[in-house]
């Protein structure tokens, strides 16, 4: 899997794909914030629980933090499904963006775009 760095496209930076190998994989760490510029950001995220098959779509502020925490079990929804992978995540400057683009992944075109990217990524070709 190709590391992630400070220089890499800001397509690489919002999409990143586990490799299924076993491993966690956390996100690249932020420059640190300029002067006058806040370093608030806002995640949308879908992780894989491989033991459920299953999906979980989620937003945070925080998401290495949010990450750890569903496997810890501190999630009632994500104890169940434990390890959880990251799959994929978007990266917003705006908390109603990110909660807009939760919502959408939500829905019936959010699950078909889900269902696109990671049709090969998947067993059984894609999420449940």
């Known amino acids: 899997m190709k590391k992630l760095t400070k220089n890499t496209t800001k397509k690489n930076w919002i999409k990143l794909l586990n490799e299924y190998k076993g491993e966690i994989v956390y996100p690249p760490m932020a420059d640190p914030p300029r002067a006058g510029w806040t370093n608030n950001m806002y995640y ?6 491989e033991k459920l098959n299953k999906k979980y ?39 109603n963006d990110a909660l807009k683009e939760e919502r959408f992944l939500k829905t ?21």
Request: glycine letters at 12%; proline letters at 2%; hydrophobic letters at 30%.
């Open 44 to 49: 949308v995220y879908i992780l894989y629980s």
């Open 57 to 95: 779509i989620g937003s945070t502020s925080s998401l290495r933090q949010r990450l750890k925490e569903h496997n810890l079990g501190k999630s009632t929804f994500s104890n169940k499904g434990k390890p959880w992978k990251l799959m994929y995540y978007e990266a917003f400057l705006n908390k």
């Open 108 to 128: 019936g075109k959010g699950r078909e775009r889900i269902k696109f990217l990671f049709s090969q990524s998947v067993r059984g070709g894609g999420f449940a």
